[in-house]
């Protein structure tokens, strides 16, 4: 460490000089991005949540694993999980904060300059690969060292935020100045590594892309020091942690457990709710967390769900640091939970819904679930002990009567001899068949705004007017859930005789009520309805989506990762229940209250369905790259260096795109000019990829078990797109257009998240997904972007739900696979000049949360694909559609190492000419085993043979790299 | 004891009332073409059914005064419904049936159950209209039973699920289905009944088996699951229902009674009218 001293001037003035460049363009081009994830996480693109998905992902496998070694190890991997959060947390900051950099004071610039400098220093010293060695002492040198600059470099970007964003400048300014020194040390680390990799190849066209920079670095080094190396980042940031309570703001919050207890818990400032989450349950000893969650209440007193993937701050806001540890997901079997103790505290939940009234029951049912509580706590009934009062300190119904305590009395004696584990599954066991069990109501309004509730629930949406269960749709019915504004909607596949889907729309309290609803729906369906382990590990392409999506594992993955569960039953101490009565504060009976939301019913469904199309065929007209849609990880950077976000985004007129406030207007520009350069870069660079793909995925090596290389394997993709055609589509775009997109089955079916080897990739799905939903009204486009600025969250999200898994087999080289019946069509587009421009707003925020600093090194093409996806309304089988409407579209998707997409298009333009187009995408996919060059030669030209017309418009090359070093340790 | 905990089809008495001698010239039809009830006939088959219940299953008989004044009287199902330990006692949807619910409220209390009243003079139910699967209620909306009548008794029973199922061209629910079985609902083939498997099917969680038969009357039977007999069902008589009977047959694992109800199905009337069936074993 010593040596690096000297390097300090260094760093900090050449920097300064060589950055400007660089500098200016990378903030313009973050800018809008910028405001959109401070402004409003809600907001804030995909990526962003792609990568904390996966990042959760990993955390959360790790336990898993962990699990396998001894009790001891457990206790080990636990950190781990925090790690990763806080990596990813760090990461988005440093992204965060670049934007801002013009704001900020001279002394907090220079850190943000520096991690350009360093970047740029890689280049500049290409052919440096002496510093190697240097770096690999570096990372041997003692613990602390590393960890030291980590946090240091954390706490400068905290400085910065705070400044930027808000309050307590002068404790981290403190704490900043106090780190300067340290901090110099770490550019000057990084400067090396940097420079290390950069030697092997070209400079990265990007600078932002030092994410991925940072992992290929780590491959490099690998050869030497492969441990050490990989985990690098992890480790560093492991580290960090541990430390971290020392230097960085901690804040104290309260978790409120399910035995009633108040749990308080040391946080960093801006931690994200994994991190909570995961220290909530190494505090209870749970190892089968993913069926539990933490709530908040915000101001309505609405229970809110923690997003483990996001920052607490950020989502709780100004509500105090107050949370409740909960049943998430309400296990069908609770039978089928491998450990007692999760059973236990499922039971305790279950207590808790009895007592305040939210799991109704009858009398008899209370009177008998109170008695294996009785058990469960107390053992066997015994007279001399248990008079006649010791009852009435459980709470056993909402409304406790005398009549109910003696029934639970007689009902406790004769079950003598049961242990409490035996008596808490016997609980369970009639619990479960509760027909309330499990669903989670939210109050509503249908079309004739009758006040109804909706609940949800493992097996799809019940919808309820007052006690009665007036109508059930089943996930496998369900083909999308969208919500916009305070509407949220569904839509139903076509029943038997039924020709056309349907609509459904309802309407929430408020937006805020429709968005959550929203987000449950989606982690619902996500949990219990994606299990489709037989699918091809291949086919996942998510053609749609908000940013938002159930981060965690699935129901069958959390069983399957129980099965690896392997230590004594451990030890827990049964709470009375007597607490948990009195700490309930305020009964929510099952009420359906009659009058709750403002407004009237939804009549919007009509408006919804048959949207004008005209806004699609501006973006028909643009063609996509063809994104690399599947196996989209961690290390996913924007090639366009944006990223579609929000989804309305794209349905911005170039007007309206005026009228915007974000702010960064000149970026834009510029900004299409980078797109167009980096195209063909990507192309260029084909070569270098391949070399690439060849390097062995290093985390593979280092992995121990199969599970571990599962989920460090690097993954690489090539994209080639080629279209043909036929007739121009252009320049039909109708800016007032209500255009709303629609995801084709088909392309519903792709939406599966197959789990892999054990392995949950949710992200990948959502990659390609700039999930638009762009039918706003052009007049409410002004509005929502407003309130975007605001941070309020806004905006329409869809999710489309995987079809019935039988009705998606995807076989390898099945191509069959076409419905006729779904007109919709999704289609891809990334380059449109006019899109482009909408974009940027949005797209930025995925940008700069990719521009880590953490640079080893750079070399590789890192090309990101952006997606967005535009899908065609449904023509309504008649065939009198409007001029420039989409007639017919058909996917035909075809598998095996390619991917080849066929999509094809006909229209009417106006004047009654249908035009057709073929679009055709091969997507190559797979581990650095193949040789890509060869498969994308033999791709292009067996396309060429069937379309000798056809030409290649874009290849792209994308590829991914897991973001899993953190796995084991 | 606790309804979940109870089998499906496990019953120890049986609530029954015989046939008024008003019933052939008063009591209410749907289709007043009918031929003319034979009383004696009628009263015959009454006798057989009880017998087939009291000495055939072994259940207790609980057998209500006949009260001529009350010509629908004879058909009990409709005045309650029992499911577990709870009774709820009906607002039946025939103006003139009201009066029946009394002694049937009262046989019921002397079974110690507990008793829910329809309080609510917006509500009506008749129990023929109500279908328990075993896992849930399904509530047919008649002409004599209303949304009301159905929410009061979702409140009645609470573990479980009750949804409603819209009845055009039947008298109740239970006119053209009913329960073989756990898990197994017969259903007839008309289009009313196919139109309610729909709506069944659509609001479950559960799956059930289905039997359909052409008759939609003979869709109408009893379920009992009885000791030492296994799975029982009474179902209508293959002079009634011959093509019906067929497929009945074809339940090997079930205990096949045929039981005429020749006359009183001239009223409407259908096997599970008549009785109102409880299960009162301790519980263990």
Same mark, same amino acid.
């Given at each position: 460490?010593?040596?690096?001293?000297?390097?300090?001037?260094?760093?900090?003035?050449?920097?300064?000089?060589?950055?400007?460049?660089?500098?200016?363009?990378?903030?313009?081009?973050?800018?809008?991005?910028?405001?959109?994830?401070?402004?409003?996480?809600?907001?804030?693109?995909?990526?962003?949540?792609?990568?904390?998905?996966?990042?959760?992902?990993?955390?959360?496998?790790?336990? =898993?694993?962990?699990?396998?070694?001894?009790?001891?190890?457990?206790?080990?991997?636990?950190?781990?999980?925090?790690?990763? @959060?806080?990596?990813?947390?760090?990461?988005?900051?440093?992204?965060?904060?670049?934007?801002?950099?013009?704001?900020?004071?001279?002394?907090?610039?220079?850190?943000?300059?520096?991690?350009?400098?360093?970047?740029?220093?890689?280049?500049?010293?290409?052919?440096?690969?002496?510093?190697?060695?240097?770096?690999?002492?570096?990372?041997?040198?003692?613990?602390?060292?590393?960890?030291?600059?980590?946090?240091?470099?954390?706490?400068?970007?905290?400085?910065?935020?705070?400044?930027?964003?808000?309050?307590?400048?002068?404790?981290?300014?403190?704490?900043?100045?106090?780190?300067?020194?340290?901090?110099?040390?770490?550019?000057?680390?990084?400067?090396?590594?940097?420079?290390?990799?950069?030697?092997?190849?070209?400079?990265?066209?990007?600078?932002?892309?030092?994410?991925?920079?940072?992992?290929?670095?780590?491959?490099?080094?690998?050869?030497?020091?492969?441990?050490?190396?990989?985990?690098?980042?992890?480790?560093?940031?492991?580290?960090?942690?541990?430390?971290?309570?020392?230097?960085?703001?901690?804040?104290?919050?309260?978790?409120?457990?399910?035995?009633?207890?108040?749990?308080?818990?040391?946080?960093?400032?801006?931690?994200?709710?994994? &991190?909570?989450?995961?220290?909530?349950?190494?505090?209870?000893?749970? #190892?089968?967390?993913?069926?539990?969650?933490?709530?908040?209440?915000?101001?309505?007193?609405?229970?809110?769900?923690?997003?483990?993937?996001?920052?607490?701050?950020?989502?709780?806001?100004?509500?105090?640091?107050?949370?409740?540890?909960?049943?998430?997901?309400?296990?069908?079997?609770?039978?089928?939970?491998?450990?007692?103790?999760?059973?236990?505290?499922?039971?305790?939940?279950?207590?808790?819904?009895?007592?305040?009234?939210?799991?109704?029951?009858?009398?008899?049912?209370?009177?008998?679930?109170?008695?294996?509580?009785?058990?469960?706590?107390?053992?066997?009934?015994?007279?001399?002990?248990?008079?006649?009062?010791?009852?009435?300190?459980?709470?056993?119904?909402?409304?406790?009567?005398?009549?109910?305590?003696?029934? &639970?009395?007689?009902?406790?004696?004769?079950?003598?001899?049961?242990?409490?584990?035996?008596?808490?599954?016997?609980?369970?066991?009639?619990?479960?068949?509760?027909?309330?069990?499990?669903?989670?109501?939210?109050?509503?309004?249908?079309?004739?705004?009758?006040?109804?509730?909706?609940?949800?629930?493992?097996?799809?949406? #019940?919808?309820?007017?007052?006690?009665?269960?007036?109508?059930?749709?089943?996930?496998? /019915?369900?083909?999308?859930?969208?919500?916009?504004?305070?509407?949220?909607?569904?839509?139903?596949?076509?029943?038997?005789?039924?020709?056309?889907?349907?609509?459904?729309?309802?309407?929430?309290?408020?937006?805020?009520?429709?968005?959550?609803?929203?987000?449950?729906?989606?982690?619902?369906?996500?949990?219990?309805?994606?299990?489709?382990?037989?699918?091809?590990?291949?086919?996942?392409?998510?053609?749609?989506?908000?940013?938002? @999506?159930?981060?965690?594992?699935?129901?069958?993955?959390?069983?399957?990762?129980?099965?690896?569960?392997?230590?004594?039953?451990?030890?827990?101490?049964?709470?009375?229940?007597?607490?948990?009565?009195?700490?309930?504060?305020?009964?929510?009976?099952?009420?359906?209250?009659?009058?709750?939301?403002?407004?009237?019913?939804?009549?919007?469904?009509?408006?919804?369905?048959?949207?004008?199309? =005209?806004?699609?065929?501006?973006?028909?007209?643009?063609?996509?790259?063809?994104?690399?849609?599947?196996?989209?990880?961690?290390?996913?950077?924007?090639?366009?260096?944006?990223?579609?976000?929000?989804?309305?985004?794209?349905?911005?007129?170039?007007?309206?795109?005026?009228?915007?406030?974000?702010?960064?207007?000149?970026?834009?520009?510029?900004?299409?000019?980078?797109?167009?350069?980096?195209?063909?870069?990507?192309?260029?660079?084909?070569?270098?990829?391949?070399?690439?793909?060849?390097?062995?995925?290093?985390?593979?090596?280092?992995?121990?078990?199969?599970?571990?290389?599962?989920?460090?394997?690097?993954?690489?993709?090539?994209?080639?797109? &080629?279209?043909?055609?036929?007739?121009?589509?252009?320049?039909?775009?109708?800016?007032?257009?209500?255009?709303?997109?629609?995801?084709?089955?088909?392309?519903?079916?792709?939406?599966?998240?197959?789990?892999?080897?054990?392995?949950?990739?949710?992200?990948?799905? #959502?990659?390609?997904?700039?999930?638009?939903?762009?039918?706003?009204?052009?007049?409410? /486009?002004?509005?929502?972007?407003?309130?975007?600025?605001?941070?309020?969250?806004?905006?329409?999200?869809?999710?489309?739900?995987?079809?019935?898994?039988?009705?998606?087999?995807?076989?390898?080289?099945?191509?069959?696979?076409?419905?006729?019946?779904?007109?919709?069509?999704?289609?891809?587009?990334?380059?449109?000049?006019?899109?482009?421009?909408?974009?940027?707003?949005?797209?930025?925020?995925?940008?700069?949360?990719?521009?880590?600093?953490?640079?080893?090194?750079?070399?590789?093409?890192?090309?990101?694909?952006?997606?967005?996806?535009?899908?065609?309304?449904?023509?309504?089988?008649?065939?009198?559609?409007?001029?420039?409407? #989409?007639?017919?579209?058909?996917?035909?998707?075809?598998?095996?190492?390619?991917?080849?997409?066929?999509?094809?298009?006909?229209?009417?333009?106006?004047?009654? &000419?249908?035009?057709?187009?073929?679009?055709?995408?091969?997507?190559?996919?797979?581990?650095?085993?193949?040789?890509?060059?060869?498969?994308?030669?033999?791709?292009?030209?067996?396309?060429?043979?069937?379309?000798?017309?056809?030409?290649?418009?874009?290849?792209?090359?994308?590829?991914?790299?897991?973001?899993?070093?953190?796995?084991?340790? | 004891?606790?309804?979940?905990?109870?089998?499906?089809?496990?019953?120890?008495?049986?609530?029954?009332?015989?046939?008024?001698?008003?019933?052939?010239?008063?009591?209410?039809?749907?289709?007043?073409? %009918?031929?003319?009830?034979?009383?004696?006939?009628?009263?015959?088959?009454?006798?057989?059914?009880?017998?087939?219940?009291?000495?055939?299953?072994?259940?207790?008989?609980?057998?209500?005064?006949?009260?001529?004044?009350?010509?629908?009287?004879?058909?009990?199902?409709?005045?309650?419904?029992?499911?577990?330990?709870?009774?709820?006692?009906?607002?039946?949807?025939?103006?003139?049936?009201?009066?029946?619910?009394?002694?049937?409220?009262?046989?019921?209390?002397?079974?110690?159950?507990?008793?829910?009243?329809?309080?609510?003079?917006?509500?009506?139910?008749?129990?023929?209209?109500?279908?328990?699967?075993?896992?849930?209620?399904?509530?047919?909306?008649?002409?004599?039973?209303?949304?009301?009548?159905?929410?009061?008794?979702?409140?009645?029973?609470?573990?479980?699920?009750?949804?409603?199922?819209?009845?055009?061209?039947?008298?109740?629910?239970?006119?053209?289905?009913?329960?073989?079985?756990?898990?197994?609902?017969?259903?007839?083939?008309?289009?009313?009944?196919?139109?309610?498997?729909?709506?069944?099917?659509?609001?479950?969680?559960?799956?059930?088996?289905?039997?359909?038969?052409?008759?939609?009357?003979?869709? %109408?039977?009893?379920?009992?699951?009885?000791?030492?007999?296994?799975?029982?069902?009474?179902?209508?008589?293959?002079?009634?229902?011959?093509?019906?009977?067929?497929?009945?047959?074809?339940?090997?694992?079930?205990?096949?009674?045929?039981?005429?109800?020749?006359?009183?199905?001239?009223?409407?009337?259908?096997?599970?009218?008549?009785?109102?069936?409880? %299960?009162?074993?301790?519980?263990?």
């Amino acid at each position: 460490m010593t040596t690096e001293v000297g390097s300090e001037t260094e760093v900090k003035k050449e920097p300064e000089q060589a950055e400007e460049q660089p500098q200016t363009q990378v903030e313009t081009e973050q800018r809008p991005e910028q405001q959109l994830v401070d402004g409003k996480q809600e907001q804030s693109a995909h990526s962003t949540d792609l990568k904390q998905v996966e990042e959760e992902q990993n955390t959360q496998e790790s336990p =898993s694993t962990q699990q396998k070694d001894t009790t001891a190890a457990s206790e080990q991997v636990s950190p781990a999980p925090q790690e990763g @959060r806080a990596g990813v947390e760090k990461k988005e900051e440093q992204s965060g904060s670049k934007g801002i950099a013009r704001f900020l004071p001279p002394w907090l610039k220079k850190q943000k300059s520096q991690s350009h400098v360093e970047q740029k220093k890689s280049q500049l010293k290409e052919g440096e690969t002496s510093k190697n060695q240097i770096q690999e002492k570096e990372e041997k040198s003692p613990p602390q060292s590393p960890f030291k600059q980590q946090s240091t470099e954390k706490e400068g970007e905290e400085a910065r935020k705070d400044t930027s964003v808000e309050e307590k400048e002068e404790n981290l300014i403190q704490d900043h100045q106090q780190s300067k020194q340290e901090e110099t040390k770490v550019d000057e680390k990084e400067e090396e590594k940097l420079s290390v990799s950069s030697a092997e190849t070209q400079p990265a066209k990007e600078d932002q892309k030092e994410e991925v920079v940072e992992k290929d670095s780590d491959v490099k080094v690998e050869d030497k020091k492969e441990e050490d190396t990989i985990q690098n980042t992890e480790v560093k940031t492991d580290r960090s942690i541990q430390k971290v309570p020392k230097k960085m703001k901690t804040f104290v919050c309260k978790v409120t457990l399910l035995d009633g207890t108040e749990y308080p818990c040391e946080l960093e400032k801006r931690a994200k709710g994994q &991190v909570l989450f995961t220290k909530i349950c190494e505090h209870l000893n749970l #190892l089968e967390k993913d069926y539990f969650g933490l709530t908040y209440r915000d101001n309505a007193d609405q229970k809110n769900w923690l997003d483990p993937a996001k920052e607490i701050k950020r989502q709780i806001r100004s509500l105090p640091w107050q949370f409740a540890f909960n049943v998430k997901f309400y296990p069908p079997d609770p039978s089928q939970l491998t450990e007692d103790i999760t059973r236990y505290f499922l039971c305790l939940q279950l207590r808790q819904d009895i007592a305040v009234g939210r799991l109704p029951c009858s009398f008899v049912t209370h009177a008998l679930l109170g008695s294996y509580t009785l058990q469960a706590e107390l053992g066997d009934y015994d007279s001399e002990e248990h008079r006649h009062d010791y009852i009435s300190e459980f709470q056993f119904a909402p409304t406790q009567t005398k009549e109910l305590e003696d029934k &639970v009395v007689e009902l406790h004696k004769t079950h003598r001899g049961l242990t409490p584990a035996q008596a808490e599954a016997l609980f369970l066991e009639n619990a479960k068949k509760l027909s309330m069990y499990g669903v989670d109501l939210h109050h509503a309004k249908d079309s004739e705004g009758v006040d109804i509730m909706l609940g949800v629930c493992a097996n799809g949406l #019940l919808i309820y007017k007052d006690r009665l269960r007036i109508n059930r749709f089943a996930w496998p /019915k369900i083909l999308k859930i969208s919500y916009k504004r305070s509407n949220f909607y569904i839509k139903i596949r076509p029943g038997e005789t039924e020709q056309f889907e349907s609509t459904i729309g309802f309407k929430l309290p408020n937006h805020r009520s429709a968005k959550r609803l929203w987000k449950v729906c989606v982690e619902h369906h996500t949990f219990f309805r994606l299990i489709s382990p037989e699918q091809p590990p291949k086919a996942k392409f998510l053609t749609l989506g908000s940013k938002f @999506r159930y981060s965690g594992r699935t129901q069958a993955q959390t069983r399957q990762a129980s099965t690896l569960i392997d230590r004594p039953a451990p030890f827990f101490e049964r709470t009375s229940s007597k607490r948990l009565s009195r700490s309930l504060d305020g009964v929510h009976h099952f009420t359906f209250p009659r009058s709750k939301s403002e407004g009237t019913g939804t009549k919007e469904l009509k408006q919804l369905q048959a949207p004008a199309v =005209s806004a699609t065929e501006q973006i028909l007209q643009q063609d996509s790259s063809a994104p690399a849609v599947s196996d989209l990880k961690a290390g996913f950077t924007d090639e366009d260096g944006k990223e579609p976000g929000s989804p309305y985004k794209p349905t911005l007129s170039p007007e309206s795109k005026s009228t915007e406030k974000l702010k960064s207007e000149m970026g834009r520009e510029q900004e299409i000019d980078t797109q167009e350069t980096m195209v063909n870069e990507e192309t260029t660079k084909m070569s270098a990829v391949s070399q690439r793909s060849e390097s062995p995925s290093v985390a593979a090596k280092s992995a121990e078990g199969g599970e571990m290389k599962t989920q460090l394997r690097e993954k690489k993709e090539e994209t080639i797109v &080629v279209r043909d055609v036929s007739t121009s589509s252009d320049s039909e775009s109708e800016e007032e257009a209500e255009y709303r997109p629609q995801v084709a089955r088909k392309d519903v079916d792709q939406i599966k998240e197959e789990p892999e080897e054990n392995e949950y990739l949710p992200v990948r799905s #959502l990659t390609s997904t700039a999930h638009v939903d762009v039918k706003i009204p052009v007049e409410e /486009k002004e509005e929502l972007e407003e309130k975007i600025e605001k941070g309020g969250m806004l905006g329409e999200e869809v999710y489309c739900t995987t079809a019935e898994e039988k009705e998606e087999p995807k076989v390898n080289g099945d191509v069959s696979h076409i419905d006729t019946d779904i007109v919709t069509q999704v289609i891809c587009c990334s380059e449109p000049p006019v899109v482009k421009t909408e974009m940027v707003t949005i797209s930025d925020a995925f940008a700069s949360q990719k521009s880590e600093i953490s640079t080893k090194e750079v070399p590789i093409v890192h090309t990101e694909t952006k997606t967005i996806t535009y899908e065609a309304a449904e023509v309504d089988g008649t065939g009198d559609s409007e001029p420039g409407v #989409l007639m017919t579209a058909q996917t035909i998707t075809s598998e095996s190492v390619c991917t080849t997409t066929t999509t094809q298009i006909t229209k009417t333009v106006k004047g009654g &000419v249908s035009e057709t187009r073929i679009e055709k995408r091969i997507v190559i996919t797979g581990d650095a085993d193949i040789d890509h060059d060869q498969a994308l030669a033999q791709a292009i030209k067996e396309a060429k043979e069937q379309h000798p017309d056809m030409s290649v418009t874009r290849v792209v090359v994308h590829k991914e790299t897991e973001l899993t070093e953190e796995g084991d340790d | 004891m606790a309804g979940l905990t109870v089998g499906f089809g496990e019953y120890t008495h049986a609530i029954v009332r015989g046939v008024p001698a008003s019933l052939p010239k008063e009591a209410l039809r749907m289709n007043e073409a %009918n031929d003319d009830v034979d009383l004696a006939r009628a009263r015959r088959e009454h006798e057989l059914y009880v017998g087939v219940l009291m000495h055939k299953l072994g259940l207790q008989i609980v057998e209500l005064p006949v009260d001529d004044s009350l010509p629908d009287s004879v058909f009990v199902e409709d005045a309650a419904v029992v499911c577990g330990d709870t009774a709820l006692i009906t607002r039946p949807g025939a103006l003139g049936r009201r009066k029946e619910t009394e002694i049937v409220k009262k046989a019921l209390t002397d079974l110690h159950l507990n008793i829910v009243e329809m309080i609510d003079e917006s509500a009506t139910l008749d129990g023929g209209d109500v279908l328990f699967t075993g896992r849930e209620f399904f509530v047919g909306l008649s002409k004599r039973t209303n949304q009301r009548g159905a929410e009061i008794l979702a409140d009645a029973f609470k573990d479980y699920a009750v949804s409603t199922v819209p009845i055009y061209d039947a008298l109740h629910l239970k006119s053209f289905c009913s329960m073989a079985g756990p898990g197994l609902l017969v259903i007839g083939s008309s289009d009313g009944a196919q139109k309610a498997l729909k709506v069944i099917q659509q609001m479950s969680d559960h799956r059930y088996d289905k039997l359909t038969i052409p008759d939609d009357a003979a869709a %109408n039977c009893i379920y009992l699951n009885i000791p030492n007999k296994g799975h029982v069902l009474l179902h209508s008589t293959p002079e009634e229902y011959p093509e019906s009977s067929k497929v009945f047959e074809r339940l090997k694992d079930h205990m096949l009674i045929p039981v005429p109800l020749t006359q009183m199905a001239k009223v409407d009337g259908s096997l599970s009218c008549c009785s109102i069936l409880v %299960n009162k074993r301790r519980e263990m």
